[in-house]
C-alpha cells in the first residue's frame, strides 16, 4: 500500500525559517506536491518535484530525494499569515492514469 | 485564471436522503477529482474522470457514485445518505498527461443528521 508521513503539527515564530519533512513508500513514483491550506479554504498549488535536488521559489523551496523516499518544504523568513496547514501527496501513475496520495497534513503555527 | 466551483458551500441532509455535490471547471481539464477531508485522516481520493462519461474508484468509493455527462462537470452522488458521510467535500481538476498540479474547489462542508 501507500504510506506518507508527515508531523502533524509545528510551531515557528515569525522571521524564523521552519522545514516540514515528509517521508513515502509508495509505487509509481511520479512525482512529488507540496500544497498550502489555510483554515476553510482550498488547497493551494505551492511546489512540484520530480527530479532529486532543491527547487526554489522565493520564500518557499522544496527538497526531493527519490532514494531516500523523503522530500521538505523549506520556508523562510516566516509571516504570520504562513500559519497553514501543509500537504504533502505523491503523484501516482496506475495504468495510465495520474492520481494523488496525500499525507495528514502538518498544522504550522506562526507566532510573533 | 483558473477556476474550480462547487455548487454549495455548507449543506445539511437528513439520513437516507439522496445528496448530488456539483462540481464545474472552466480550464477546459480532462481530469477531474472528488475527494474527502477529515480531521485526522487527510484528503481521501472517492473517485476521478479522465475523460466524459469515464469514471474510476478512488481509495474510499463505497457508498458514493459520480457522473461526467460534459467535460467541465463533475458530479457526486449519495445515493443514501449516512452520518459518517459528514465531511467536507473537495473537487479538483488538472490537465491530462503525467503529475499535473490539480486545481482545488472551495468544498462543499456536508453534515448529515
Redesign the interface.
Given at each position: 500500500g501507500q504510506n506518507i508521513d508527515q508531523p502533524t503539527e509545528m510551531t515557528a515564530t515569525e522571521g524564523a525559517i521552519v522545514q516540514i519533512n515528509c517521508t513515502y513508500q509508495t509505487s509509481g513514483f511520479?512525482?512529488l506536491?507540496w500544497y498550502q491550506q489555510h483554515a476553510g479554504?482550498?488547497?493551494?498549488?505551492l511546489s512540484?518535484n520530480?527530479l532529486d535536488g532543491l527547487e526554489e521559489k522565493g520564500r518557499f523551496s522544496s527538497f526531493l530525494s527519490r532514494s531516500k523516499g523523503y522530500s521538505y518544504l523549506l520556508l523562510k523568513e516566516l509571516q504570520m499569515k504562513d500559519s497553514a496547514s501543509y500537504?504533502c501527496?505523491v503523484?501516482l501513475?496506475n495504468s495510465g492514469?495520474?492520481?494523488?496520495?496525500?499525507?495528514?497534513?502538518t498544522m504550522l503555527l506562526v507566532s510573533p | 485564471d483558473v477556476k474550480?466551483t462547487q455548487s454549495s458551500r455548507y449543506l445539511v441532509k437528513r439520513t437516507g436522503e439522496k445528496v448530488f455535490l456539483e462540481c464545474v471547471q472552466d480550464m477546459d481539464h480532462e481530469?477531474m477529482?472528488w475527494y474527502r477531508q477529515d480531521p485526522?485522516?487527510?484528503?481521501?481520493?472517492i473517485y476521478?474522470s479522465?475523460d466524459v462519461k469515464m469514471k474510476?474508484k478512488?481509495?474510499i468509493p463505497e457508498g458514493y457514485s459520480v457522473s461526467r455527462e460534459k467535460k467541465e462537470r463533475f458530479s457526486l452522488i449519495l445515493e443514501s445518505a449516512s452520518t459518517n458521510q459528514t465531511s467536507m467535500y473537495?473537487c479538483a481538476s488538472?490537465p491530462p498527461?503525467?503529475?499535473?498540479?490539480?486545481?482545488?474547489?472551495?468544498?462543499t462542508r456536508l453534515t448529515v443528521l
Open positions: 511520479n512525482g506536491f479554504e482550498a488547497p493551494t498549488f512540484y520530480v500537504l501527496a503523484s501513475m492514469y495520474s492520481t494523488l496520495t496525500f499525507g495528514k497534513g | 474550480v481530469n477529482f485526522g485522516l487527510g484528503l481521501r481520493l476521478f479522465y474510476e478512488g481509495d473537495l488538472s498527461a503525467g503529475a499535473n498540479t490539480q486545481y482545488f474547489g472551495p468544498g
